[in-house]
């Protein structure tokens, strides 16, 4: 029955919401915090996951435009391309742009290789936990001192307000 007619979740506004690409674990928690923080999430993702809960979920390909238009890209607030893989994630922003939404783009990187990759394609922000873990990890097993800002810094690539 869930294949014929999908589960079963109501469908939001798609105003002003998050919308999750991927469906690994970084996804999957990212979208139980923000819906446990009371915020609208819609989660594009390439099948059923019964992992996103009551998460509403559309089955499609994030990199295709229709895909995002359908999924209210024009209208949210913040698009997460937390895939497990960083080219699918590079493109997915890259779609956004040619969305010509003002959305927040945030992309996941996994491997140190990719991070400059991901960087060309100008999100507003990576997320880069695995890559730095390690890191901080050494540091904090030699008893470096670890100062919360650099930490952020280095956690999140956020790239600099404009204006």
């Known amino acids: 029955i869930n294949k014929t007619i999908g589960f079963r979740r109501d469908r939001m ?7 999750i690409t991927g469906n690994g674990v970084l996804a999957h928690n990212t979208a139980r915090e923000l819906r446990h923080r009371g915020e609208p999430v819609l989660v594009i993702a390439p099948e059923e996951d019964p ?9 499609g390909d994030p990199t295709e435009l229709e895909t995002l238009r359908e999924a209210g890209g024009e209208h949210a607030r913040a ?8 080219s699918e994630n590079a493109f997915v ?4 742009r040619e969305l010509g939404s003002d959305a927040k783009k945030v992309a996941a990187v996994s491997s140190r290789k990719n991070l400059e990759r991901v960087r060309r394609v100008h ?21 470096e001192k670890i100062d919360g800002d650099w930490l952020l810094s280095r956690f999140l690539d956020v790239k600099p307000a404009s204006g």
């Open 13 to 19: 506004k798609r105003i002003n919401h998050f919308i």
């Open 51 to 59: 992992n996103f809960g009551d998460v509403e979920l559309m089955i």
């Open 79 to 86: 698009i997460l391309a937390l895939s497990d893989d960083d």
């Open 93 to 96: 922003i890259l779609a956004i």
């Open 123 to 143: 999100p507003d922000m990576i997320l880069a936990a695995p890559v730095f873990g390690g890191e901080v990890l050494a540091m904090a097993l030699t008893e």
